[in-house]
């Protein structure tokens, strides 16, 4: 029998798992234009709602939208004082951000004159209006500078993948009037200040990037240089000068510029040569002037530090040191700020600025199940894959830890393509840190953050590259003798489940258990079974992605490659899944039963990709507490 030193604090001083397991809590806080109401999305349990509240004070709850089983708001849009429009979405499991519905909804403030801007389920009948269902999927693309109680919203309708509508909606009474269409499917727009659609870009069918501008009536596709190159128009300014966007050039990460109004007369914002451009701040007219890397600590750099809400927001960051402050929502005369303050530690609370009376004021935390202060520090770092190409990696200490021969977790994560992990609050890495393990994530080729050229490195090297710079990860750690090499294990969820079987067998003998939780094991099947390959852009993003040869998808398969598993395993999976099917798990269980490898298996009725239920949550992150103590035995530190 193997011996591990015991050297965790006693069970009853650990974070309890409920923390980690528990759902509910507040975000997406929208100020209405006039400062006076509060419009949040709110979560309890498996039940969602938008919640009104009026601003003067926080404990009266104005009007409460509750959402059917399933599903929650997406986004919140104040089109006018007393109006607001929701954009709704569905749960496809907790693995996967909430999937868009393209339904859209508006109410008054009172929580009345609740109308479908555009539904699949039931047509409009209001102030003598009539209209039927839409066959299709829309989203907010906008809204005018002064609220009016109008938006505009960019539709796609079903059976055709050729063309994409804007539309001018009245919210009070739905009626919509087009005002611009593309002749290519799935394309967002970007409309100047008076509501005209001066661009439009996005992937199309054949998951290709493409950029249009108009030009004299006519939507003129930007030159197309073979070389990955991007323009990614953001937002015009209000005083209809400034266009402001992201470029790539050959495929490098994405960098911040300014234009005239016609993409001419580029001017340098921010870049970053190993990162994205990201977090970026804007006033209320529509400016930039701060922005961060996409990858490692984000710290902000003001683009006009004479700009008076750079001058505040440095002050912010100075208040909340270790903190990251974002911009979340202004009232219309700016007087009324909304921000959120969060950090590897902290999931987020929310505050509010009154600029006139200079007093900020809490208003609620993401969740409270959290305390931030026994949480673990999460360090970026980086290091050389084998091949030389740098990477990053992203380790979580356990609480009161050092850095040295940790027991260790290797956590992938899911995607693969145009996903990251990043320095703020990670759940799965929270919980294994409190058990006293080291975690370590990698962003391996394929993922977000260091433009499309990176991202699509990834494309046909799943079972391959991709597991390389996995195991690279690995061997760096022990190298720098931040993990013990004899007690690490690896765990993931959806790619990253796949990605657990495939590391173990790429690299035989580093692992001492994997742990796969929703996990894709057969890629063949992926072109029949889940919902990936329903849409020509999905198989087209299969073909690019895994390619179609019946022998290399086998080859990269790890139910096809389970004798080469010499590790004992968990199975996770929600019976439910629609993304990765259950089917995916019970080949996997077979393949370990035929080449007699040992196995657990853990599975719910009801759970789809991830695991939504809390009572379920809690019995998952039990079982791989369990499995790993049994097989690297107890994390060197825990509070």
Known sequence: MAFFPVTVALAGDQVPVEAFAQRGGYSLPKLSPDGKYLAVAMEQGEDHAVVIYQLDDMSHVKSLLKMPKFQLPADLHWVGNDRLVVELAKFVGSLDRPELLGEIIATDVNGKHIDAMFSREWGLESHGQTRSTDEGYALVAGKPPKANDHFYMQTYMWGDENNSWLYDVNAGTGIRHMIGEIGVGDMDFTLDPDGNARYAYGVNKLNKYVTYRKQNDHWVQLADNGDDSRFVPLTFSQDKQHLYALTSTKGGPMALVQTDADGAQSQLLAKDDFSSIDHIQWTPQSVPFAAASATGIPNETMLDAKQPLAQIYQGLSKKFPGEFVDFSSFSEDGNMLVFEVSSDRNPGAYYLFDFKRMKIQKLFAETDSIDPAKMGERIPMHFKASDGTPLEAILTI??????????????????????????????????????????????????????????????????????????????????????????????????????????????????????????????????????????????????????????????????????????????????????????????????????????????????????????????????????????????????
């Open 398 to 639: 356990p609480p009161g830890g050092s850095m040295n021969d940790l027991p260790m977790v290797l956590l992938p994560h899911g995607g693969p393509i145009d996903i990251s992990d990043t320095w703020f609050f990670d759940n799965d890495a929270q919980f294994l840190a409190s058990r006293g393990y080291l975690v370590l994530q990698i962003n391996y080729r394929g993922s977000n953050g260091r433009g499309p050229a990176f991202a699509q490195d990834g494309y046909g090297k799943w079972g391959t590259r991709i597991q390389q710079d996995l195991i690279d990860g690995v061997k760096w750690a022990e190298a720098q003798h931040f993990a013990d090499p004899k007690r690490v294990c690896v765990f993931g969820a959806s790619f990253g489940g796949y990605s657990a079987m495939m590391t173990v067998i790429r690299a035989p003998g580093m692992f001492k258990c994997a742990i796969g939780y929703a996990g894709v094991y057969d890629l063949a099947m992926m072109y029949d079974k889940g919902d990936t390959h329903e849409s020509t852009f999905g198989k087209n993003y299969l073909e690019q992605t895994i390619g179609k040869d019946p022998a290399e998808l086998a080859a990269n398969s790890p139910d096809k490659l389970a004798d080469k598993i010499d590790v004992p395993v968990l199975l996770i999976h929600g019976e439910e899944d629609q993304r990765a099917p259950f089917a995916q798990a019970k080949a996997m269980r077979a393949a370990l039963d035929a080449a007699h490898k040992p196995y657990e298996w853990l599975t719910k009725s009801g759970e789809g990709h991830g695991f939504y239920n809390e009572k379920n949550i809690v019995d998952m992150y039990q079982h791989v507490q369990a499995f790993l103590e049994k097989n690297i035995g107890p994390g060197g530190q825990a509070n």
